[in-house]
């Protein structure tokens, strides 16, 4: 948990917020490190299995973030709600989808990736590219980034719905809930295009919050 808030934000605040275009291995079992997963269930599992018909989201994440180069992982269109109950666990076994090597999540038909209102969504882990694409976001709750908090990451979003995300002072000290939706932070950038931005909350950016300390320097772009 951070103990540290940055001193200075600049932020979307509450309401809906359109974004149009300007242009435009699973568990300890050694699997081979493919560069398209392809995620076939839509239960919350992470038995160690990422195979056939046997591989969640979670599970997609985790094998993901174990393999080298930049994975890209394939959602087809359903309800993927997180039900893995346990905050402030960083290797997404459970909770959040943590996400700490370079990847490419892709859905299809709108598939929904629904935090169940008991921790974020996603979070990007300092250091690494994460592109989301044609995904909705909803329901995740968290004292910060309850959607998406990236951490000194290049984090792209592309013909998404982040929708519905809140963050909460609960056990905050010293610090502020901010950007409910998206939280981006530190030295790094963010990208948001043909996407939506709606009813999430935050003490600052409720739609998104982009905070810097001194010194770091982020690039923002919204098209």
């Not at 599992?45 to 993901?64: F, H, M, Q, W």
């Not at 009813?199 to 739609?207: A, Q, R």
Request: one cysteine or more.
């Amino acid at each position: 948990m951070r103990t540290v808030r940055p001193s200075i934000a600049r932020y979307i605040p509450y309401g809906a917020i359109f974004l149009f275009a300007l242009t435009a291995g699973c568990g300890g079992t050694p699997v081979p490190c493919d560069m398209d997963i392809h995620v076939t269930k839509t239960t919350d599992t992470n038995d160690g299995s990422c195979t056939g018909a046997d591989c969640s989201l979670r599970e997609a994440v985790i094998r993901s973030n174990v393999c080298a180069g930049t994975q890209t992982i394939r959602v087809p269109a359903g309800i993927y709600t997180l039900t893995r109950a346990g905050i402030d666990e960083s290797a997404a076994a459970t909770g959040d989808l943590d996400l700490t090597d370079s990847v490419s999540i892709i859905g299809t038909g709108r598939p929904v990736i629904d935090g169940n209102a008991s921790d974020r969504i996603f979070e990007v882990r300092g250091g690494i590219s994460a592109s989301l694409s044609g995904l909705v976001i909803q329901n995740g709750l968290a004292m910060y980034g309850a959607g998406i908090w990236s951490n000194g990451s290049t984090l792209n979003i592309n013909e998404s719905t982040i929708q519905n995300n809140h963050t909460t002072w609960e056990g905050l000290r010293g610090i502020t809930p901010d950007g409910g939706g998206i939280l981006s932070e530190r030295n790094g950038a963010l990208g948001v295009y043909l996407s939506e931005i709606r009813g999430n909350t935050g003490f600052l950016g409720g739609g998104i919050a982009v905070l810097t300390l001194p010194g770091e320097v982020q690039t923002v772009m919204i098209s």
